[in-house]
Structures are given as structure tokens and as C-alpha cells.
């Protein structure tokens, strides 16, 4: 194989920016939770297996489609998130990072073990899609190309919200001062229930699109979250658009590595740039302002 | 004279469980001393992230690097012909002097980037363990021959000792001190450093306490398991127990570590045979109500009816 | 400006500092000289520099240039606990003392380690301001003015040199406050050097035998109160910008 291929590096170049735009999916809501709340969520990953393992279900008993079931499991689960935040979440906002860390550890722990229960250890997928388009000398795989798109669509739709709607101003102001946001009529824990709401709602779309590429099983949420913070790290913490910039880059390095080397090493990849980022840049590399 | 009584009860309450400690290969069968070895363990890793998290505040999610280090060095140079004692100090030792460089690395983040760098450090461990086939043979492990290993008693007196050390350590150093000094970086690192604490030095030399231990006790179970891979010592969920245990039991005390390991290896014990998996979950409820409801740890129950029984007990004198 | 030489030296001296903040200048060419036994002031407005001044002299802001000399030895750049154990302490403007540790412990963490009658100076110091029945309260739970007072004593256990406190009757109750005022001019009298941020104007007067003014970053003036009081340029600078043209 020609490894200076133009054709090659751009086919890597897209499969990589494809799988990008689900890692920052994930990543952004991540960082939403931690720049409202400073809660830094470690069952982040678990709810994007609760929307990998209920396309998984829709699937099989329903034979429905998963861009389909987006329509079901993103309300679902940002209720679910909505309400999680408001009997427990809520009370470890403000509280030392240990609690917080905890808390959702614990949650982490109880979905991967009702996971366990429910499906076993056993790698689920949902082939739903098969093919792959060309474009000339480079094939990009079908579900790949649709879990890419939506990935896209869907973050940049929240970061609009954030950026232009009212309610979603609420969102950053609560981030940026919720005593001010509070005095100024903003009712601050319903912003919270919100915001963990959409959090959780864009980790389940992510676990929708996963579920169509890749193999999962309850037990893969670690290696999502590790590379959630990653992404965060680089590209700053509580920091939206830098964590869609972070999720690109880990993609398209990622598949760099994996298409130059091993897929092995494809895996330390995010490790590397997490330690490598915290070593010369110990706020990150955009520092910790939310947005902007 | 409170406070004498209450070190009196400690001192006995110690003795009388290192006697059952010691005793109990006498008469108790390979089972339970298996049982014992890994309670031992645990308490050994509650202490030395208690020392570290729970004294300095930098919660360690990544401490389980140095028990994989400890686990791998262990095993490697048994295969390579020291006797199994050198093995587990030489482990110890490699744990303590990597933790010197890491520390002065990772010590400088604050709050959530400490925790997230130390969870990277772990993988970067298992990664390296992995993919370094040459050295640790990779994904398939090591298995290490029934003639090199030490004998049960051999491993149950170490994770005793372990245990004891570890206990001992954390008691003495927050007692003195050092232990009040990195008290006070907990509670304001800033304004340690104003009043003359060497912030970096005593957190580097926390670390490496907390990193020997784990170190030692990794090339332990190295021995005791017979078989190690990447995933099974550079575990987090190992790393999440001792968390669990700390705080279950009361985070920054010397009792709270080993009253958690013993509450939550007796539950597992108990749930283990019934539900294998629900057992995990179980761990999170009680993670999630010890976190809510119970933030001092089990041991703060007994703090707070000992201060109600104080005549003379001076709680706040202003709001 | 350097007639108030006298016969006394300089403790501390500190030449053309400056601390730029991503283009905002906090600090432009501060220079300053505490004499040692004086107890000296350092009055401005508010935002003019002081409490940088002060972060920068104890260590905790790293990024200023120029120089600081204390007791003739340069100490830019050191660490705050280097600076400390020299002899130079200081407190911080909001009460930061250590909320889970007991009154006792808050003392004797800011003693030296080699001191091993720590235990007995801290219980001194305490019942030398009528605080000796809280020494095993934590801070957390004393009154903001306590814990005012015990972040004082705190910095009196390594017996500094010199002392740099920034405002330290704020929010501290009348009666607290005169014992914090009789432990400075106790502490004066046994050779103890000030330095004292503080915005009570009868104060200043009272105590300082020298005042430095700090405004937008620069010194405007200094001397005695009397003289400082009397300055066109720092009464501009209080109450306003409207006598501007009457100043070179």
C-alpha cells in the first residue's frame, strides 16, 4: 500500500473527521454539564450506551431504523437526564468535586451493572446499513457517512441554541454567574435540569450513531468517557465549541495512527494528547472560559 | 484525657484485630485466608489514596497505575530469578521513584485536572503494558510457575504487613507535622504556602508514600493471582473500590479506610454468590447514599454521638 | 523623593516594579521603601494596585518585573514560603483561615518546623487577645472577625520581620478591632515592621509614621500623613479628575 497517497490521506482525513463528529457530540455535552455546573459527569458514557442499547432494542423487536429511533430515545433520555439532575445531580452542584465525582460515578456503576444484567457482557450491534458510497478512488461507509452528518447537525444545532436563543442565553448565563442570573430572574435550577437534560439528550443521540457503526457492549462506556476527556482537556474545559474542535482533531489523529501504524496504537492516541496537553498546557489548550 | 481514651480504645481495638490478623492461618481454611489476603489488600490501597486524597484533597483517580507498575515489576523480575521478597521491595521501590517525576507533573493541576490526568496516567499504563509486548508479552499476560511463587502464608503475611504498614503510616503522619501540613493544603493551598508550607515538597513526597504502597502491594498480588494482563492490574474499578472504601468509611481518618474496606469486601462477599452483577450496582447505591447523606463516612457516626457525650464540648462559638 | 532616608534603613525595597496583566497595567514602576520599625501605610483608591502590590511582594503573583529586596537580600520570584520563613508574612484582605483545621493547628502550621515550643507560643498568643477557650474550635466556626484575628496571630508564629497586612480591621468588630491595633503597636515596639493597606483615614494618622499613595498603579506621593493629606495630586486622585490641569 502507497502510504503518501493522496486518495489514502484523503480517505483517512474523512473517516477521521466522520468519527470526529461523534466523539464531539458526546464530548460537548460533557463539557456543557462541567461549564454550567462544574459537575464533571463520569456517567456521561452510560447514557450513550442507554441510547446505543435502546436503538439496539428498537431494532431488533421493532426492525426500526436507528436515525429513526432518534425521534423516541432523544426525548426519552433527556427527560431521564432532566429529572436525574433534579433528584440528584442538583445536590452536589457546589459541592467539592469529590462528591460530584462520585455521585456520578455511582450512577455510572449502577447503568453498566443493569446493562450487565440485561444484556450481558456480549458485543451488541445493529446492521442496520450496509454499503459504501464512492466518490471516485475514496469510499466512505454508509453508516458512517449518516452517523458523521448527524453527529454534525446536531452539534452545531445546540451550540445555535446556545448561541442565539434566548433560553439558550439562559444556559450560558447561569455558566458564566448563576448568583447574577439568579438576581436576574432566571430560574436557575430548572436552567440546570436543562442543561443535563440536553447533555444526556446529545450523549444517547451519539449512543444512537455508535450503535450503527460499532460493536458495544455495557462495559464500553470507559473508553468513550476516557476519550471525552480528552477532548475536553484539549480543547478546554466548560468550553463548547472547543470541545467540537477537540473531537475533530482526536478523530482524524486517530485515524492517522491507526491507518499509518495499529489500531492499538490508534487506542493511546487520545491518552497521549490528554497527558501531552495537561504537561505543556495545564488549564488546557483554551483555557477555561465557557464558549469562546 | 478525652482524647487519651480514645487512643487507649484505638490501641486495643488495633491489637485485638492483629492478633485475630495473625493468628488466623491457624485455623482458618485456604478460603478464608484468600478472603483476608485481598481485605488486607484493600486496606493497604484505602490508606495510600487516603494519604494522598484524602489528606491533600487531590483525588487520585489513576492510583491504580502504581499497583500495575508494582504488579508488573513483581512479576518480571521473579520470571527473572530474584527471590520473591527483593521482588516486591524492587517493585515498591520502582513505584516510589516514577511517582517522583509524575508528581511534579501532575501536582501542578488543580481540582478536575488532577483527577482526569491521573485516570489518563492509569490507561497510558495499560497502554504501555499492552503494546510494549517485547518486556510484558503484551495482552496475553503473564503467568508466573507455581515454583517461583511464594507460598499462601507468604503472601497473607505480606498484605498483613502491608496493611499494618500502611495503617501505621497514615496514624503517624496525621498525627504529626507533615500530616498538619497537608491538612492545611487541603483546606487552602494558597494560604499554606503563605504561612511557610513548601506546597510542592509535601505534596510530592504524599504522593510517593501513597505510591509505595500500592507498588508493593500490586507485586504482592502478582505473586498471590499467579497471573496478571494489563487489564487486570491497571484496573480502574480497582481504583474506584479504594475510593469507595475511603469514603464509605470516613475520608482523611486512619479508622475510616479499614472500616470501609471491611463493610464493603464483607457486602461483596455476601452479594458475590447470590448476584454477580448486581452486586457492582449495589456498591454505586451506596456510593450514591454515602455521598448524599453520610459525607463524613460511617466513622463520622461515631464522632458525632462521642461529641454529644463531651460535657465539656465546644462546638462553634460563633455562626 | 528620597529625603526620608533619616538614620534608619530600609527593611524592604522596591524598585520600578511592574506587573502587566494582558495589557492592563497594574503596576507601573512602583517604587517603594519600608524603613525597619516603622510602621508604614499604603492608602489609593480602590483598583489602584494595592493588594497586587502585596500578592506580588509575598510571592503569590510570579509574574512582575523589577526588583524587591528584603532585609538586602532579592526575593522577586521566590517562593511564598521561601519569603516567609525569611521573615516577611502578610494576610490576606478576606479572612483565609483554614476552616476544618482546629484555632490551635491554624497557629502552629505557620511556626516554624524546628520550633518545638510551637504548642505554648500559639497558646500564648491566644490568650494574649482573650481567644484561649476556642483553640480547639475550628475555624470554620468562629465569628468572621475571629478568624480575622487568628489569621493575624497566624502570621506572628513565625515572629517576621515584617508585616504586611491588607486592610485587617475590615468587617472586624470595634472591640476586636483596638485589640488588633494594640497588637500592632505592642508588636512595633518590639521592633516588628508594618506595612498596612488600610482605608480608615484616622488610622493611618494614628499609626503610620510614613504613607505611601497609590493610584492607577504608581506611587503618587508619600511622607508623613500630614504632608500626604495635603497633596494636590492625591486629593485628585480620591475625589476626581476635575483639577487635572492644575498639576504638571
Known amino acids: 500500500m502507497e502510504l503518501l497517497d493522496p486518495a489514502i490521506l484523503l480517505q483517512l482525513l474523512i473517516s477521521g473527521l466522520l468519527a470526529g463528529a461523534l466523539y464531539a457530540l458526546l464530548a460537548c455535552g460533557l463539557n456543557l454539564v462541567?461549564?454550567?455546573?462544574?459537575v464533571i459527569n463520569l456517567a456521561h458514557a452510560e447514557l450513550m450506551l442507554v441510547g446505543a442499547f435502546s436503538a439496539y432494542l428498537l431494532y431488533r423487536f421493532f426492525g426500526l431504523h436507528p436515525v429513526f429511533s432518534l425521534v423516541i430515545v432523544v426525548p426519552a433520555v433527556f427527560f431521564f437526564g432532566y429529572y436525574l439532575q433534579r433528584v440528584l445531580i442538583e445536590?452536589?452542584?457546589?459541592?467539592?468535586?469529590?462528591?460530584?465525582?462520585?455521585?456520578?460515578?455511582?450512577?455510572?456503576?449502577?447503568?453498566?451493572?443493569?446493562?450487565?444484567?440485561?444484556?450481558?457482557?456480549?458485543?451488541?450491534s445493529v446492521p442496520a446499513m450496509q454499503g459504501s458510497i464512492l466518490f471516485g478512488e475514496i469510499a466512505i461507509s454508509k453508516p458512517r457517512a449518516v452517523a458523521g452528518l448527524i453527529s454534525v447537525a446536531l452539534t452545531l444545532a445546540i451550540y445555535f441554541f446556545?448561541?442565539?436563543?434566548?433560553?439558550?442565553?439562559?444556559?450560558?448565563?447561569?455558566?458564566?454567574?448563576?448568583?447574577?442570573?439568579?438576581?436576574?430572574?432566571?430560574?436557575?435550577?430548572?436552567?440546570?435540569?436543562?442543561t443535563f437534560g440536553m447533555a444526556a439528550a446529545m450523549a444517547?443521540?451519539?449512543?444512537?450513531?455508535?450503535?450503527?457503526?460499532?460493536?458495544?457492549?455495557?462495559?464500553?462506556?470507559?473508553?468513550?468517557?476516557?476519550?471525552s476527556f480528552a477532548i475536553i482537556i484539549i480543547g478546554g474545559m466548560g468550553n463548547f465549541a472547543g470541545a467540537l474542535y477537540g473531537g475533530l482533531l482526536l478523530g482524524v489523529v486517530e485515524s492517522y495512527v491507526a491507518g499509518f501504524s495499529s489500531s492499538q496504537w490508534a487506542e493511546a492516541v487520545a491518552y497521549l494528547l490528554l497527558v501531552a496537553v495537561l504537561l505543556i498546557r495545564p488549564t488546557g489548550l483554551k483555557g477555561t472560559a465557557y464558549v469562546k | 484525657m478525652l482524647n487519651n481514651n480514645r487512643r487507649r480504645v484505638s490501641l486495643g481495638l488495633g491489637f485485638g484485630l492483629m492478633l485475630i490478623a495473625m493468628t488466623a492461618p491457624l485455623y482458618m481454611n485456604a478460603y478464608y485466608q484468600s478472603f483476608l489476603l485481598q481485605l488486607f489488600m484493600m486496606v493497604a490501597l484505602a490508606q495510600a489514596w487516603n494519604l494522598i486524597s484524602g489528606m491533600t484533597g487531590y483525588v487520585s483517580f489513576g492510583h491504580t497505575a502504581f499497583f500495575g507498575v508494582g504488579a508488573y515489576a513483581g512479576a518480571l523480575l521473579?520470571?527473572?530469578?530474584?527471590?520473591?521478597?527483593?521482588?516486591?521491595?524492587?517493585?515498591?521501590?520502582?513505584?516510589?521513584?516514577?511517582?517522583?517525576p509524575l508528581g511534579f507533573l501532575t501536582l501542578r493541576l488543580r481540582g478536575p485536572y488532577f483527577a482526569i490526568a491521573m485516570l489518563g496516567l492509569n490507561e497510558v499504563g495499560r497502554i504501555i503494558a499492552t503494546l510494549w509486548v517485547d518486556l510484558t508479552r503484551g495482552g496475553d499476560g503473564i503467568s508466573l510457575a507455581p515454583k517461583l511463587l511464594p507460598s499462601l502464608h507468604s503472601n497473607y503475611f505480606s498484605m498483613l504487613f502491608l496493611a499494618l504498614s500502611a495503617t501505621l503510616l497514615v496514624a503517624f503522619i496525621h498525627r504529626r507535622r507533615f500530616g498538619l501540613e497537608l491538612r492545611a493544603i487541603r483546606e487552602d493551598e494558597e494560604a499554606a504556602e503563605m504561612v511557610g508550607v513548601n506546597t510542592t515538597v509535601n505534596k510530592v513526597m504524599a504522593f510517593m508514600l501513597s505510591a509505595l504502597i500500592p507498588g508493593a502491594a500490586g507485586a504482592v498480588y502478582a505473586m498471590y493471582t499467579s497471573y496478571i494482563d494489563p487489564s487486570s492490574v491497571f484496573a480502574p474499578a480497582l481504583n474506584i473500590q479504594m475510593i469507595v472504601m475511603v469514603l464509605f468509611g470516613g475520608t482523611g481518618t486512619v479508622w475510616g479506610p479499614i472500616l470501609g474496606a471491611g463493610i464493603v469486601m464483607f457486602l461483596r462477599e455476601m452479594l458475590w454468590a447470590q448476584f454477580p452483577a448486581a452486586h457492582l450496582a449495589a456498591l454505586g447505591v451506596l456510593l450514591l447514599i454515602v455521598v448524599l447523606y453520610l459525607p463524613g463516612g460511617i466513622i463520622s457516626l461515631f464522632r458525632a454521638r462521642q461529641q454529644r457525650a463531651r460535657p465539656d464540648a465546644r462546638t462553634g462559638a460563633a455562626p | 523623593m528620597s529625603e526620608t532616608a533619616g538614620a534608619?534603613?530600609?527593611?524592604?525595597?522596591?524598585?520600578?516594579?511592574?506587573?502587566d496583566f494582558g495589557g492592563v497595567q497594574a503596576l507601573r514602576g512602583v517604587n517603594l521603601n519600608v524603613m525597619r520599625g516603622s510602621i508604614t501605610g499604603l492608602i489609593g483608591p480602590n483598583g489602584s494596585g494595592k493588594t497586587t502590590l502585596f500578592q506580588v511582594i509575598s510571592g503569590v503573583d510570579a509574574g512582575a518585573t523589577g526588583s524587591i529586596t528584603f532585609d538586602g537580600e532579592p526575593i522577586l520570584g521566590k517562593r511564598p514560603s521561601k519569603i516567609y520563613h525569611r521573615g516577611l508574612a502578610r494576610t490576606f484582605q478576606l479572612s483565609r483561615v483554614f476552616p476544618e483545621l482546629t484555632v490551635l493547628e491554624n497557629l502552629i502550621v505557620a511556626g516554624s518546623r524546628r520550633d518545638h515550643r510551637a504548642h505554648e507560643r500559639a497558646l500564648g498568643l491566644l490568650e494574649r487577645v482573650h481567644l484561649n477557650d476556642y483553640a480547639d474550635v475550628v475555624g470554620k466556626n468562629l465569628s468572621y472577625g475571629q478568624q480575622k484575628l487568628v489569621e493575624f496571630l497566624r502570621v506572628l508564629m513565625s515572629e517576621p520581620a515584617l508585616i504586611l497586612l491588607d486592610e485587617p480591621a475590615a468587617g472586624v468588630n470595634p472591640t476586636l478591632r483596638e485589640t488588633l491595633w494594640d497588637m500592632v503597636?505592642?508588636?512595633?515596639?518590639?521592633?516588628?515592621?508594618?506595612?498596612?493597606?488600610?482605608?480608615?483615614?484616622?488610622?493611618?494618622?494614628?499609626?503610620?509614621?510614613?504613607?505611601?499613595?497609590?493610584?492607577?498603579?504608581?506611587?503618587?506621593?508619600?511622607?508623613d500623613f500630614a504632608t500626604v493629606r495635603n497633596d494636590e495630586r492625591v486629593l485628585e486622585a480620591y475625589f476626581g479628575k476635575s483639577r487635572k490641569s492644575s498639576v504638571a
Open chain 1, 34 to 38: 462541567f461549564g454550567v455546573m462544574r
Open chain 3, 8 to 19: 534608619s534603613q530600609p527593611i524592604l525595597c522596591v524598585t520600578n516594579l511592574m506587573r
Open chain 3, 185 to 223: 503597636r505592642h508588636l512595633n515596639g518590639l521592633g516588628t515592621t508594618f506595612l498596612i493597606i488600610e482605608h480608615n483615614m484616622e488610622v493611618i494618622a494614628d499609626l503610620c509614621s510614613e504613607v505611601y499613595v497609590l493610584s492607577e498603579g504608581e506611587i503618587l506621593a508619600h511622607g
Open chain 1, 204 to 227: 444517547a443521540a451519539a449512543g444512537v450513531m455508535l450503535a450503527m457503526i460499532y460493536s458495544f457492549s455495557p462495559i464500553s462506556g470507559a473508553d468513550f468517557i476516557q476519550k
Open chain 1, 162 to 194: 446556545l448561541e442565539r436563543a434566548h433560553l439558550g442565553k439562559a444556559v450560558r448565563a447561569v455558566a458564566e454567574q448563576p448568583q447574577v442570573a439568579a438576581i436576574c430572574g432566571i430560574d436557575v435550577r430548572r436552567i440546570r435540569m436543562l
Open chain 2, 78 to 100: 521473579l520470571l527473572a530469578g530474584f527471590p520473591w521478597w527483593l521482588a516486591v521491595f524492587k517493585g515498591a521501590g520502582i513505584a516510589l521513584l516514577l511517582a517522583v
Open chain 1, 91 to 124: 445536590r452536589v452542584v457546589g459541592q467539592p468535586l469529590l462528591s460530584s465525582l462520585l455521585a456520578t460515578y455511582g450512577v455510572s456503576i449502577i447503568l453498566v451493572n443493569i446493562g450487565l444484567l440485561l444484556f450481558s457482557a456480549d458485543y451488541k
